[in-house]
């Protein structure tokens, strides 16, 4: 699917965000002279742009295939939660 038309009918959908991220967003896109609102929508169609082209090569389905696998290891070794940052890099 592409981009959406400029005369495509927008409808409002609401999302939960961390305050600190919504600062950001502001600071930048003051800084970009863009309405936060539009500066957020530029971000989200950036996302959807890098999100189809995942998909299109088949990573999507290897991310969803992944994440199947690491529940059922967590599950096995009754483990609450893989902390990554926790391995020894040697």
Same mark, same amino acid.
């Given at each position: ?6 005369n495509?009918?927008?409808? &409002?959908?609401? @999302? ?10 502001? &600071? ?8 936060? #609102?539009?500066?957020a ?5 950036? #996302? ?9 090569? #088949? @990573?999507?389905?290897? @991310?969803?295939?992944t ?8 599950? &096995? ?14």
């Amino acid at each position: 699917m592409a981009r959406p038309t400029k005369n495509e009918k927008k409808i &409002q959908y609401t @999302i939960m965000l961390e305050p600190s991220i919504i600062e950001e967003m502001k &600071q930048i896109a003051e800084r970009a002279g863009t309405p936060v #609102g539009t500066f957020a929508r530029n971000i989200l169609l950036l #996302g959807l742009d890098d999100a189809r082209l995942l998909d299109k090569v #088949g @990573i999507t389905r290897l @991310i969803g295939s992944t994440r199947k696998q690491m529940e059922k290891i967590r599950k &096995q070794f009754n483990l609450e939660s893989i902390d990554f940052n926790a391995i020894d890099e040697d």
